[in-house]
């Protein structure tokens, strides 16, 4: 039966067993009962496999129509797909590209300048082991289209990107990357397949913080990766296994949970997150204002390729500097600072305060939560 994916996400991982309990239950195992072949038990050792992990893949593999694994955090999925792209996985566009490249060869990982910090840190961080990230401003075809025949590499956007909110045609550049015969990896985090589905615009795979909107409740580290390709899916999941980059049980089930209202959630944040950026598009102790609707192109392409919201992030660079940034974040009684987005409450942060950010010092990341609009509006004013 096709349904809404809000219903989707309600009903999504439960079971609904007849006599088995109607909410998913958490199981906290090192290790299942069993002896002789471990093939032949759902379960051995709890790096392996858990069922409540598997109970929230399949609910995320639902949204995405996919097939999704869950990992320790965002990172540890990102890790977990590029060693899995550096090492092991084929897919079809690279399997088809002339000479059938392995991907011993993908080394090279084109990543957007403008993206979330900790990607390029991370790959920065592979540099030793052969990783060379390559970064290139993705709102520019004609640079990615060079990237990429360059020689063999790995397609890795984001869109909108974080802290920036700028929005990359993902079809375009699954274009790119299939005639280049690379790989192409979607960081889906600040929309979530709630409202944008990559794996349907071209892209080999998904990578999302689970720790954002998914979870929602600002109470959960955890990551997820979503394929249709099963060599990408065995790859991932065997460095899983193996490097340990597994999720807890009790973090999954909180995910899980979130997971039912993040449609719901969503919509309200992003109408939210948008009349707050059109408001502060006109007031005066606002330079500039980043969102992916506050500008007519990038606003059609948003429009064309996520459904149901924009999300709940935006971000802008209030007048004066860094010192001025500061007291406009301490000086909120509803909004809270800090780090990470997408929670029930709204929060922000002056960007720069992280040393690898390359947001201006002036830049305020909101992300905004389910308050009242008229409330949060009040207290940006106040903050401003
Ligand atoms: N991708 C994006 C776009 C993010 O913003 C983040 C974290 O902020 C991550 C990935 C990493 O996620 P995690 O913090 O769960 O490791």
Known sequence: MEVDLSTLAAHAGARHEHGGPSATPIHPASFYLSAGDPADVPYAYGRHGNPTWEALESALGQLESARALVFASGQAASLALVLALATGATTTAVAASPGGASLGARRRFVLPHDGYYGTRKLADLLRPLGIEPVIVDMTELVSVERALTAAPSVLWAESPTNPYLRVLDLRALATLAKGAGSPFVVDNTTATAALQRPL?????????????????????????????????????????????????????????????????????????????????????????????????????????????????????????????????????????????????????????????????????????????????????????
């Open 200 to 384: 349907d615009l071209g892209a080999d795979a998904t990578i999302t913080s689970l720790t954002k909107a998914v979870s929602g409740h600002s109470d959960v580290v955890l990551g997820a990766i979503a394929t249709r390709k099963d060599s990408i899916y065995d790859a991932a999941r065997n460095w899983r296994a193996n490097a340990g980059l597994i999720a807890g049980p009790f973090e999954a089930w909180a995910a899980l949970r979130g997971l039912k209202t993040l449609p719901l959630r969503l919509a309200r944040q992003s109408e939210s997150a948008l009349a707050l950026a059109e408001h502060l598009v006109t007031h005066p102790k606002v330079a500039r204002v980043h969102h992916p609707a506050v500008d007519p192109r990038s606003r059609a392409l948003a429009e064309r390729q996520m459904s149901g919201g924009f999300g709940p992030l935006l971000s802008f660079e209030v007048r004066g500097g860094a010192d001025e940034a500061d007291r406009v974040v301490a000086a909120a009684r509803l909004i809270r600072p800090g780090t990470s987005f997408g929670g029930v409450e709204s929060s922000w942060e002056r960007r720069a305060r992280w040393t690898s950010e390359t947001a201006p010092p002036n830049l305020i990341r909101l992300s905004v939560g389910i308050e009242a609009v008229a409330d949060l509006s009040d207290d940006l004013d106040r903050a401003l």
